[in-house]
């Protein structure tokens, strides 16, 4: 295990950095790109431990795959019938996009495929994506009553569903729509709130029919099964705003800073933090709006911003912003007031139970946390003093945590921070960048 030892900021935050491409974008990404058939080229394919572990599994499937140049990865399709039965395991590391949007993929296959992964992704709900795929035809087994990895599915000819989603998941929602690519007839998934759309997009970019109408709350999206995927040949893939948030939070939180990121992705189904941020009463600035790969993109620009205050998040703001609740319970221990998050309680399923862990950990730094079933609530402002704190093996409380260490009075050790190469390997490096030196003591 490593740890990272961080010391307080000391000065303002400046300077222009880049963060690592989107998580969620470059899984779609390479899993289309293999069932297309010919070559398709993703540039800045994110470099993580999730994102490695869906090139490997598709490598047992018969995908061959690899970096020609720098931030430039090549994906040999093998088109919709061309994946090979997997001999050995599919093990997806601690990735639960890999195994669920690979599960929707199996389910279309005609031979066996068995999923795995870390202990930590073994205690991860997999019923909202076994139900659907039985009801298309495929055979799923699991533990635990057919709920827990590890997975294995036996496809075969499947038809399309009507699915209403219980809770808003993209991973589940894109499983039951890529196992739509197979079926006979069309899906449909109804969604109870509006959670990513990168893989109805991405799917587009492929030529697949995929149409999308919000209902209420929530969206219905339907997909019509093609003849083939057709590869666009060279594919984008935008910085992360789940990693840009540790950043222009930094920046929002430690007195005199600015800090830009460059290239980030803003699909408004990611975005839902800066709308909790600017209801705090923050600034951040969006130039040079663009497009790429079918997702819109901007520099954002994160200004210190003294009296932030408190702010109440719920209903659908929550799947808009499900993997910043770590960075924002952060802000709450800094605005004034109390911040309440309700209607999370899927932040439990997470890398982490993020509910419980976020509370502990913070406690640890001195900020005042209730946890609560479905979220939890936090008083502010805080003077945090640094302490030793535990990661839990998820790479977002980790960052998270290091933020903290930076407001912090003293030194702050976060235990456990190997698990930041799920997404952000270079973090450490980018902060020192925007500090103007190294912020481990
Ligand atoms: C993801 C969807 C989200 C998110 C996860 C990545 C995806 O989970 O928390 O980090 O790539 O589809 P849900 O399935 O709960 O939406």
Known sequence: MTSLRIVPAGRGLRGSVRVPSDKSVSHRAAILAALAPGETRIRNYLEGRTTAATLSCLRSLGVESNKVVEGELVVRGRGLRGLQE??????????????????GVAAGQPGLTVLDGTPALRRRPMARVAEPLRAMGATVLAREGGRLPPLAIQGGQLR????????????????????????EGPTTVREPGPSRDHSE?????FGVA????????????RLSPPERLQSPGLL????????????????????????????????????GLLDVLRAMGARIDEENLREESGEPVADLTATYCEGLAATEVGGELVPRAIDEFPTLAVVATQAKGRTVVRDAAELRVKESD???????????????????????????????RGAHVN??????????????????????????????????????ATLAQVAGREVSG
């Open 86 to 103: 997997a001999s050995e395991v599919l093990f997806c590391q601690g990735s639960g996009t890999t195994m669920r949007l690979l599960a």
């Open 160 to 183: 399309g569903v009507d699915w209403t989603l219980p809770v808003a998941s993209a991973q589940a929602k894109s499983a039951v729509l890529l196992a739509g690519l197979w079926a």
């Open 201 to 205: 997009r991405m799917l587009r970019a």
């Open 210 to 221: 995929v149409e999308s109408t919000d209902a209420g709350a929530g969206r219905v999206v």
């Open 236 to 271: 984008s893939i935008p910085g992360d705003i789940s990693s840009a948030a540790f950043l222009l939070v930094a920046a929002l939180l430690v007195p005199g800073s600015q800090v830009a990121v460059e290239g980030v992705g803003i699909n408004p189904t990611r975005t």
């Open 354 to 384: 993020r509910i419980s862990a976020l509370a502990e950990e913070l406690r640890r730094l001195g900020a005042a946390v209730e946890e609560r079933a479905d979220g939890f609530a936090i008083d502010g402002p805080t003077r945090l």
């Open 391 to 428: 990661a839990h093996g998820d790479h977002r409380l980790a960052m998270a945590l290091a933020i903290a260490g930076l407001l912090a009075k003293g030194e702050t050790v976060v235990e456990g921070w190997e698990c930041v190469a799920d997404s952000f390997p270079e973090f450490e």
